[in-house]
């Protein structure tokens, strides 16, 4: 494997098959929705009006030929927004209990949702979505591909902004072994009221798809992510993918230049999903592509608000939203499949017995089913507030995101009355929060600073479970959106390490725990002493505290044998 090619695991909890790539389809044969795109304005869309409160805004039911003074056309005491049946319906939206739950049977085995947990969308729906339920808005699947030809995406395929891994404008059919990629379409952006299928968040969002993880190549990552077709017009990336490890810097170089260049210099958005690891205590903050800021990291939470038992930690992340566990157990997320795929069968209760021929699967779950949440109740945001950066998007997350599971000790409170958890980030992700406030008492944050401070204090870790502690004083004042913390140890083991970074206003994250993932060194193209020349950690958990005091940077080694010492701290602080 050459240097330019990452290794990439996807962030499932089912094993993928290693299919062969299927057949190239000419785009020709496709036509684009993209003739009725429009250049997202930097107006402020106006709230729209339901007249009827069925939750379908006026402008839709116009948009789909519903009727705006009919909350219930087919009297049957279900409101047309909550309808599962007739032409106006998605067959299975009854079963999205992250959209709507109504505490009813939500999967195969019967297992029910809770009333009420669901990340509160229905407000969204018929206050803010109304001019076209996301049409202005293209989001980038960066995945397997997607089944395009799908009866439930095919309307929302933006084909033109579309690259299957040789150029733009065209679409790899995925094999039936990788449906992941059209899993993640269907959360994001299967057309809603179409009388088919499912809903996606953001149900006439455009998908811009593109197949990368079949070449995991650099080269065709900086053309999906930055130099591509019309790349100006991509609102927000989805890569539901990660690393158990990583160390490569140059995905980060992309998206800093999207973030400063893309959408005419607001930034696209870059969504990644934590990672399944915690049984391993694997950690978001191992994963050099997800120690910056330009990344936003999710957090998966089961439909009774408690983390998913794989999601993995970490102090970078910023936020959380719902993903599934155990079909026997626990609600799971229903969306979009491939024909045929192996989990999709008649006898496979994780489908629709009834269904599977036209390939709905309840089987999603795993970070990268949250992942797509996000993406799309950011698209929802930015149709509301088109003029918010990326660094906007960011802090609206950090300041509307629920508290759930308030028991958890992950919980602090920082600083500035902000909550975040190593669990969760700042919890679970508010749609209707964020866009009430973005279009009503929010202002835009002035321009990005940062400093950084060094300091060389070549001290001994203690190799026994006592805290080593170090102290780096800041004299800069500036209200903190994102902190890096690197450290250059020579320590043997460095995973034997727990690391916290306590703010100078007391509040304390964990960076690091002990892992088991540098024992698989080899195969991650590392070695047991990766902090030697440096590590980059970072964490969400201060934002809005003041940077001016003295940090204190708290190390302890779990485990006898291994030592080292600790050479150099770089403390790097963005804020405004
Ligand atoms: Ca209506
Ligand atoms: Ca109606
Ligand atoms: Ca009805
Ligand atoms: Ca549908």
Partial sequence: MTKNYLLVVLINILLMGCGSLAKEYDSNTLQTSSNTFQATSDTRLTPSSDNDEDYIPNAIEEYIGSDMYNGDTNHNGILDGLETRGEFGDNYFSKQWYIYSSGSLTNGSGVSSLLGYNLNLLPVYQKYMGYNGGNNIVIQIVDTGVYYLHEDLYDNIDTER???????????????????????????????????????????????????????????????WLTGYKANDIAISNNSWGFEFSTQTIPEEYMQRASSQLREGKGRLFVFPAGNLRNI????????????????TVASVNYNNKHSSYSSKGSNILIAAYSG?????????????VPQSSNNSSSNPTTWHDDYERNYTFDFSGTSAATPMVSASIGLVLEACPT?????????????SKQIDSTNSSWIKNGAGLYHSIDYGFGLINP?????????????L?????FQKTIYPNTPIAD???????????????????VELTIDSDHRYASDLAIYLVSPSGTKTQLLDQNTISSKASTLETTADWMNGGFRLSSAAFVDEISKGEWQVEIVDKSMGDSGTVNTLKLKIYGH
């Avoid at 694997?282 to 936003?296: D, E, M, P, T, V």
């Avoid at 566990?325 to 499949?337: K, L, N």
């Avoid at 026994?464 to 994102?482: A, Y």
Wanted: contains cysteine; aromatic residues 8%; glycine residues 8%.
């Fill in 325 to 337: 566990e155990d079909i026997g157990t626990t609600p799971t997320i229903a969306t979009t499949t």
């Fill in 432 to 444: 209707a929060k964020m866009i009430e406030v973005c279009q009503t008492h929010y202002d835009l």
């Fill in 464 to 482: 026994n479970l006592s805290t080593t502690l170090l102290t780096i004083d800041v004299l800069r004042s500036l209200t903190i959106e994102w």
């Fill in 162 to 224: 579309s690259h299957n891994g040789l150029k733009f404008g065209r679409i790899t059919l995925p094999s039936t072994s990788q449906p992941h990629g059209t899993k993640v379409a269907g959360v994001i952006a299967a057309r809603g009221f179409n009388g088919k299928g499912v809903r996606g968040i953001i149900p006439f969002g455009k998908i811009a798809v593109s197949d990368w993880l079949m070449y995991s190549s650099l080269e065709i990552l900086e053309e999906v």
């Fill in 446 to 450: 002035p321009a990005e600073d940062s």
């Fill in 281 to 296: 205590k694997g950690s978001a903050n191992l994963q050099y592509i997800l120690n910056n800021r330009f990344a936003i």
């Fill in 388 to 400: 918010l950066t990326w660094r906007d998007v960011r802090h609206l997350l950090a300041l509307t």
